[in-house]
């Protein structure tokens, strides 16, 4: 080794590479790059690897990082982490066409069971029935069972509350 940075130096010193110095150093420098090439294609998928654990939080947990998960991030994932939820909330805002509540994409991560849910009525209310095209009353506190379509906008309004079972709160 010391013998190859001896005519690595001189070499260098002349400028001019003779065959033979050529021939001791295109192995090592293709090696060494070789090697370089390596690790930067191992840093980047390390650091794709914790992107992607931090979009996955982001779904997972909320805009509410767990500390002990928080102080094992950097500050640059950290900076990343609320740019992510920032840009996540402008989307989910200017989807769900209510410019203050807009359309929680976190909610339901799982697909529904059935077509139809549970829900509670807030306040009376009259319904054109779309199958039909009769008047249906809802009266305040009722239970119902309806399909995910028709209660959806009704959430959004104020008017249904979803619950979990038939069971009174």
């Not at 690897?49 to 909320?62: K, V, Y």
């Not at 920032?86 to 799982?110: C, F, H, P, W």
């Amino acid at each position: 080794m010391n013998a190859l940075s001896t005519i690595v130096d001189a070499e260098m010193d002349s400028s001019v590479l003779s065959e033979a110095g050529l021939a001791l150093t295109r192995p090592s420098v293709c090696l060494r790059h070789a090697a370089i090439e390596r690790n930067k294609q191992c840093v980047l998928a390390y650091i794709y690897n914790r992107i992607t654990r931090i979009r996955d939080l982001r779904w997972s947990r909320g805009i509410v990082v767990p500390e002990n998960i928080r102080l094992n991030m950097t500050e640059r994932e950290n900076h990343y982490f609320r740019n992510y939820s920032k840009i996540l909330a402008n989307y989910m805002r200017s989807v769900g066409g209510d410019l203050e509540n807009g359309l929680d994409l976190t909610q339901d991560m799982k697909p529904p069971k059935s077509g139809r849910t549970n829900v509670r009525v807030l306040k009376d209310w009259e319904l054109n029935d779309d199958e039909t095209g009769e008047m249906i009353s809802l009266r305040k506190e009722a239970i119902l069972f309806l399909d995910d379509i028709q209660c959806e906008n009704l959430i959004r309004q104020g008017v249904v509350e979803r619950i979990n079972s038939f069971q009174e709160r």
